[in-house]
């Protein structure tokens, strides 16, 4: 689902259509005010047009540098720039902690490596698209990266289930020697139910 989005159209046909539409309509009412301009050359009205013109085109060109200025890699500003790369951030420290964290705490759970291996990865690409804003991989890229992160999960859920039926049979297993030690120390005629009891147990859904 991360990748997802590369390979949905950003608008639909009919936004086109009208995006399209109204480019046309701006063209046709900039001829027509070109033909109001060349009109009133000359009167008080269009050197009032121009003044203002200058004075408009100055604020714009200060404007224009001032966002210049203030972009940082490609951002328009310093906030949208933190807002990408802190989520980046977060993304990736999230994955680095718990990895190093798996590693101490679930050291036999390969899987949950995997998945945070992928999740850094994910980090990752959010570094490269923050830093590289302008240079976006191809679909062709994002395609194979969705096969690869699809398989690659894949593997983790098996070996997760794998680990998963393993750590079962291994309690299982110690119900089976706890049961075989309390039967031993059980009184004479108490066997039998207490037998029944480990029974149900190890049936029972862990």
């Known amino acids: 689902m991360f990748y ?3 390979f949905v159209a950003p608008h639909s046909k009919e936004y086109k259509t009208a995006q399209k539409n109204h480019i046309n309509s701006k063209k046709k009412r900039t001829k027509a005010l070109n033909l109001v301009k060349e009109y009133s050359k000359g009167s008080s009205e269009y050197n009032n047009y121009l003044l203002a013109k200058i004075e408009t085109d100055k604020a714009w060109e200060k404007l224009k540098n001032i966002k210049k200025s203030e972009k940082v890699f490609g951002f328009r500003s310093l906030h949208d720039f933190l807002e990408r790369f802190g989520l980046a951030c977060f993304i990736f420290i999230y994955g680095m902690f718990n990895l ?3 590693f101490y ?3 036999k759970n390969f899987s949950s490596k995997l998945f945070h291996v ?3 990865s994910v980090g990752f690409f959010y570094f490269f698209w923050v830093f590289n804003k302008f240079q976006d991989f191809s679909k062709f890229t994002y395609f194979l ?9 894949a593997l983790g859920v098996y070996l997760f289930t794998k680990y998963k039926q393993s750590y079962i049979n291994s309690l ?17 005629g108490k066997q039998k139910e207490m037998f ?3 029974d149900k147990l190890l049936k029972s859904k862990l």
Request: glycine share 2%; no cysteine; net charge positive.
């Open 105 to 107: 705490y679930d050291q």
């Open 145 to 153: 990266v969705t096969i690869f992160s699809a398989s690659f999960l």
């Open 100 to 102: 190093i964290r798996s």
């Open 196 to 198: 029944s009891m480990f």
């Open 172 to 188: 299982k297993g110690d119900i089976r020697e706890i049961s075989r030690f309390t039967v031993l120390n059980t009184k004479p």
């Open 118 to 120: 992928f999740v850094i």
């Open 4 to 6: 997802s989005h590369k």
